[in-house]
């Protein structure tokens, strides 16, 4: 059963903590990204990587923080640093492309994460 | 910083009309892509249009690309129940991009 799992479903965290939202996927895909999505809002960029100990900023990567260890794993740390934590979280991965194109995204089920 | 814009926000019909949804981006593209989200749940991919491509269908929806205008249509054909979701548009950016930047989406409501 392939896919891209995310969890928890629900975080909450005290301010001050720090807290890591798992993303793990069995598709063998390359890349792997982090977005934040506020109510009624969009996706936006946190972080992504394209290969296993490589990861680039997103447009909001300031609090945030990453690992690619594994191929199939990229979680994200929200540090205490994010001053306003409390979102959807969505992760997703993608196959590398041969050509210059961008391909189809396939997404977790997401974390939403409450700062209490 | 978002590139591609959905109009309208938010759209209510009767189950069996058709649904449009537009998307406008401001550089020049790859490709765009459509993708859908139920409430509380991860988007899921609903078609590509490559920026050499001007139409494509897969079973009711239809996109149309229009490179001159810098714009997107997806038309969603006898609406049901079940179509009522968020609508996102997502581009990359000519040259090669390793991102897809999403619009804020269109809230379509389907009354049954």
């Known amino acids: 059963d392939g896919g891209i799992t995310q969890s928890p479903k629900y975080l909450f965290r005290k301010e001050g903590q720090n807290v890591t939202l798992s993303c793990e996927q069995n598709l063998n895909h390359d890349a792997m990204y982090w977005y934040r999505q506020d109510p009624g809002q969009g996706l936006r960029l946190i972080y992504y990587?394209?290969?296993?100990?490589?990861?680039q900023k997103g447009d909001i990567a300031e609090g945030y923080s990453v690992s690619r260890e594994k191929k199939e794993s990229f979680p994200l740390t929200v540090t205490s640093a994010q001053k306003n934590p409390t979102a959807f979280y969505l992760c997703?991965?993608?196959?590398?492309?041969?050509?210059?194109?961008?391909?189809?995204?396939?997404f977790g089920p997401g974390t939403r994460l409450t700062v209490l | 910083s978002q590139q591609g814009e959905e109009d309208p926000q938010a759209l209510s019909i009767q189950e069996g009309e058709n649904a449009t949804m537009n998307c406008s981006y401001k550089t020049s593209i790859n490709n765009l892509q459509w993708y859908r989200q139920n409430s509380g749940r991860g988007l899921v991919h609903l078609i590509l249009?490559?920026?050499?491509?001007r139409e494509k269908h897969s079973g009711r929806l239809r996109v149309t690309l229009d490179t001159s205008k810098k714009s997107s249509s997806l038309l969603i054909t006898a609406s049901r129940a079940a179509d009522t979701a968020s609508y996102f548009c997502?581009?990359?950016?000519?040259?090669?991009?390793?991102?897809?930047?999403f619009g804020k989406g269109t809230k379509l409501t389907v009354n049954p």
């Open positions: 997703a991965s993608s196959p590398k492309t041969a050509d210059q194109y961008t391909d189809t995204q396939y």
């Open positions: 997502a581009t990359d950016e000519e040259g090669g991009s390793e991102k897809l930047v």
């Open positions: 249009i490559r920026s050499n491509e």
């Open positions: 990587s394209q290969i296993v100990n490589d990861f």
